[in-house]
């Protein structure tokens, strides 16, 4: 963690106005130089003293990002990050002033954390940037619309496809979650999601015998896949199904019997070689 307490007062501001967001840190690219100079302990204090001279601007940066979900102590640590990176990448001798520098630097540190970090799905990267660029568009337009725009007018906008601003926006559901523990009004006297949620299904084991036993049933004459769909799963007796096919409720019993020693001796078979191939395997 990045702490505001300076090491070394020699370069740290004092007055208001260095303070401000008025300033322009013209001060910092003289000591970056001292600190390329320096060796050792005598590096080491001149850089932190740069890094707590400069963290207001930081701060800033990361006020300029406030009110999108994300905690705000979250903001200010990224962007200082970012300005740590400006500082130790800043080359004095290419004659630009450090705020130039520095400000894109901290600022794309921000962006790159909403981009990758704050996320609470897996989301492709391209769908995340359009998600951003979709975002400070809507913005915009609503502003100047006085209502929501469409996707199709974010798309013109944009200049992306309308299947990619609906992605987007499909995507930014994505960005936070909410608990099932949570509350629909925010009140305990409405229910939480988990208590609107069904209950466990107890039948969720017959789908892996389904899934078994499909192939033998497919390999059924059509007969007597016909009269064990009747009697199994559309529940009729045999003396409905003998009616129904025009045959002996006799004759349906030994359909049966014998169609069910069948499927038996299939799925069997079919774990055997199952076994088999995964012990080869």
Same mark, same amino acid.
């Given at each position: 963690?990045?702490?505001?307490?300076?090491?070394?007062?020699?370069?740290?501001?004092?007055? %208001?106005?260095?303070?401000?967001?008025?300033?322009?840190?013209?001060?910092?690219?003289?000591?970056?130089?001292?600190?390329?100079?320096?060796?050792?302990?005598?590096?080491?204090?001149?850089?932190?003293?740069?890094?707590?001279?400069?963290?207001?601007?930081?701060?800033?940066?990361?006020?300029?990002? @406030?009110?999108?979900?994300?905690?705000?102590?979250?903001?200010?640590?990224? %962007?200082?990050?970012?300005?740590?990176?400006?500082?130790?990448?800043?080359?004095?001798?290419? @004659?630009?002033?450090?705020?130039?520098?520095?400000?894109?630097?901290?600022?794309?540190?921000?962006?790159?954390?909403?981009?990758? %970090?704050?996320?609470?799905?897996?989301?492709?990267?391209?769908?995340?940037?359009?998600?951003?660029?979709? +975002?400070?568009?809507? !913005?915009?337009?609503?502003?100047?619309?006085?209502?929501?725009?469409?996707?199709?007018?974010?798309?013109?906008?944009?200049?992306?496809?309308? !299947?990619?601003?609906?992605?987007?926006?499909?995507? @930014?559901?994505?960005?936070? +979650? +909410?608990?099932?523990?949570?509350?629909?009004?925010?009140?305990?006297?409405?229910?939480?999601?988990?208590?609107?949620?069904?209950?466990?299904?107890? *039948?969720?084991?017959?789908?892996?015998?389904?899934?078994?036993?499909?192939?033998?049933?497919? %390999?059924?004459?059509?007969?007597?896949?016909?009269?064990?769909?009747?009697?199994?799963?559309?529940?009729?007796?045999?003396?409905?199904?003998?009616?129904?096919? @025009?045959?002996?409720?006799?004759?349906?019993?030994?359909?049966?019997?014998?169609?069910?020693? *069948?499927? *038996?001796?299939?799925?069997?078979?079919?774990?055997?070689?199952? !076994?088999? +191939?995964?012990?080869?395997?």
């Amino acid at each position: 963690m990045i702490s505001n307490d300076s090491p070394d007062r020699s370069v740290a501001p004092t007055s %208001a106005r260095s303070r401000s967001h008025d300033d322009d840190y013209s001060d910092v690219p003289d000591v970056l130089s001292q600190v390329a100079a320096a060796r050792g302990r005598d590096r080491e204090r001149l850089r932190d003293s740069v890094i707590a001279r400069c963290l207001p601007l930081a701060d800033h940066v990361a006020r300029r990002f @406030g009110g999108r979900g994300e905690p705000y102590d979250d903001l200010v640590q990224v %962007a200082r990050v970012g300005l740590v990176n400006a500082i130790d990448r800043y080359d004095p001798e290419r @004659g630009s002033d450090f705020l130039s520098f520095a400000v894109p630097t901290v600022m794309g540190e921000v962006r790159r954390y909403f981009r990758d %970090a704050a996320w609470c799905m897996r989301v492709p990267r391209r769908t995340k940037e359009n998600y951003l660029q979709i +975002t400070r568009v809507s !913005d915009a337009l609503s502003q100047r619309l006085g209502r929501s725009p469409k996707p199709s007018e974010i798309a013109a906008e944009t200049g992306l496809a309308i !299947d990619d601003v609906i992605d987007g926006l499909v995507a @930014g559901a994505s960005y936070h +979650t +909410t608990s099932i523990d949570a509350e629909f009004g925010g009140d305990s006297a409405t229910p939480s999601i988990r208590e609107t949620l069904g209950s466990r299904d107890e *039948r969720i084991g017959q789908i892996d015998e389904l899934v078994s036993v499909r192939p033998a049933i497919d %390999a059924l004459p059509p007969r007597e896949r016909r009269i064990l769909v009747l009697r199994y799963f559309d529940s009729m007796s045999q003396s409905q199904i003998a009616r129904e096919i @025009g045959i002996s409720q006799m004759h349906v019993s030994r359909i049966l019997s014998a169609t069910l020693d *069948r499927l *038996r001796a299939g799925v069997r078979d079919r774990s055997v070689d199952e !076994d088999w +191939t995964a012990g080869a395997a």
